[in-house]
């Protein structure tokens, strides 16, 4: 990360990893999920998410990496940090601090009444 300043924003991700068609087109029984109900295309996805960790990690970092290079340009962000995190049922998120360009803010720390004080000083 590198800076000692209050990050500019916070943010969290999580995707619709049941709903990755594309993820689930290229796993064994495809054919099934067509023929499927919802309820069973459900099932199968779950399955197919637990027995493939990396195929999904991949897929969650692929899917990450775009929305962050194509998105979240908007915000002109100068610096992050971020990391992945694993629900039990193997579906993953990330959370992650960003700084922009312009952020104008010294480094600072917040004290008691949440004001301000340059890092360094104590209230």
């Known amino acids: ?9 916070f943010a969290a991700a999580s995707p619709a990893d049941m709903q990755w ?6 796993k064994p029984n495809r054919d099934l999920a067509k023929e499927a109900t919802t309820e ?3 099932r199968l996805n779950f ?12 897929c969650l970092h ?3 990496s775009l929305f962050f290079r194509h998105v979240l340009k908007v915000f002109d962000i100068d610096d992050h940090w971020f990391r992945y995190e694993w ?3 193997g579906s993953g998120h990330i959370h992650g601090f960003y700084w922009t360009k312009d952020s104008t803010k010294d480094s600072t720390k917040a004290n008691e009444q949440g004001q301000y004080l340059p890092t360094g000083e104590s209230s």
């Open 87 to 89: 629900q039990g049922r």
């Open 21 to 26: 068609s594309d993820f689930y087109r290229h």
């Open 40 to 42: 069973e295309r459900r």
């Open 62 to 64: 692929s899917r990450w």
């Open 1 to 9: 990360m590198g800076r000692n300043q209050n990050a500019d924003f």
């Open 47 to 58: 399955q197919l998410l637990q027995e493939n960790p990396l195929g999904a990690a991949t």
